[in-house]
C-alpha cells in the first residue's frame, strides 16, 4: 500500500473488504466478463478484440459457448485466431 499514489488507509481497508464480501457496504463487485453485465450490447469487445466482432451478442462474452458453425461463420478458430 505505500506504493499506491492516492492511499488513503480508511479507502484502501474498506475496498479490500467490499471485494472480499466482508465488509459493512457490501457493493456489487462480479464483474464477469463472460456474463457481459459491464458491456451488454458487445461493442468493446468488438473494438478491442476484433477477432470476435462477428460473434452473436449471445457469444461475443464466452466463444468458447458458440456452435461450430457460429464460430465458423464468424471466422473464429479457438486456440487459433482467438
Known sequence: HETLV???HAINAMMWQNAGRSGID??????SPENGSQDPTG???RKWVPELAQLSNKHIHAPWTASQKDLEEAGVKLG???
Open 6 to 8: 492516492d492511499l488513503d
Open 80 to 82: 487459433e485466431t482467438y
Open 43 to 45: 461493442g468493446y469487445v
Open 26 to 31: 457490501q457493493w456489487n463487485f462480479i464483474m
